[in-house]
């Protein structure tokens, strides 16, 4: 499939924070859905929950809505058919009419779909399976199909490739994207004994880069974790300068959240909003920056 078109800078629609937060006063360009809290039971006859869908067409009467997807047990051993991605994912991914949809790269199956950072094993003999899978399931999703790097602490037992090889190796055997999240590239750069961000960066194959995460994590029994729940470091912004002086991914989306991943997560509230902003608009200002230049060469 060919990459989309552009579309610009945006934030996650997160329920975790939907109390407080004004997503509808942004000037944004896109909201990411997060597709998990707004499907309906997998043992229900419904797709979305109910009142969702109503909710999510009144924020795409103004917003570009993009589909991603979590506890899909995409890379699971399961039969994909069964799956939450394709029962309930996929069918939500067109409802909505996102042009591509995200995903995780990590392991899942119905009995730890709530396991966060699970990684695939990076091996040749897995590369080669997850890469079926991602192919097939793009297919059904009738759009681009975009990976994301996730955060870990201890390679998956197995494990005989560096993690930006194992990337580089799925998307050119399945044709399918990446979803680059910096943050989680910092947090194991932090977190895992010779992970080079730089090195990483350096052999992902950029021109299939089609979106991007930003977040801030915190510091937690002497690990660095993902946990949304502070500005983006400026390691980060570092990072995604120089992605944007290299490729034109279609968007950057920044991610807040509340205590989803963990007790010792910071709760946001609404004096949290102005750190949310700030980030937003320095997104925004490195977007602009990179098209100006693109325009200049």
Known sequence: MDKPAPVGVGIQYNPEILDWFPFDSLEVDLFEVLLDPFMGPLDGPSIFQPGAYERLMEL???????????????????????????RRHVPMTKAIDSPWVANHSFYGDESWLDIW???????????????ARARELQELYGVP????????YLATPGSTMRE??????????????????????YANSLNLKG??????LDTIPLDRVLAVHLAGGSW????????????????????????????????VILEYQGRMHHEGTRLLDQDD????????????????RAAVARGAA
């Open 60 to 86: 795409k009467s103004e917003h570009l809505l993009l589909a991603h997807s979590n506890y899909g047990c995409d890379f699971g051993f399961g039969d994909l058919s069964r799956t939450p991605a394709v």
């Open 117 to 131: 950072s699970s990684p695939v094993q990076f091996s040749p003999a897995e590369v080669r399976r997850i890469a």
């Open 145 to 152: 199909l975009a990976h994301e790097n996730a955060t870990y």
């Open 164 to 185: 930006a090889d194992f990337m580089a190796e799925l998307v050119e055997r399945s044709g399918t994207f990446l979803h680059l999240d910096l943050h989680n590239v």
């Open 195 to 200: 992970f080079d961000p730089w090195a990483y």
């Open 220 to 251: 937690h029994q002497g690990l660095y974790h993902d946990w949304h729940d502070n500005p983006v470091p400026d390691a980060v912004w570092e990072m995604l300068d120089w992605l944007l002086a290299r490729a034109q991914p279609g968007a």
């Open 273 to 288: 909003e102005p750190m949310i902003v700030r980030d937003l608009n320095k997104a925004k200002a490195a977007w602009a």
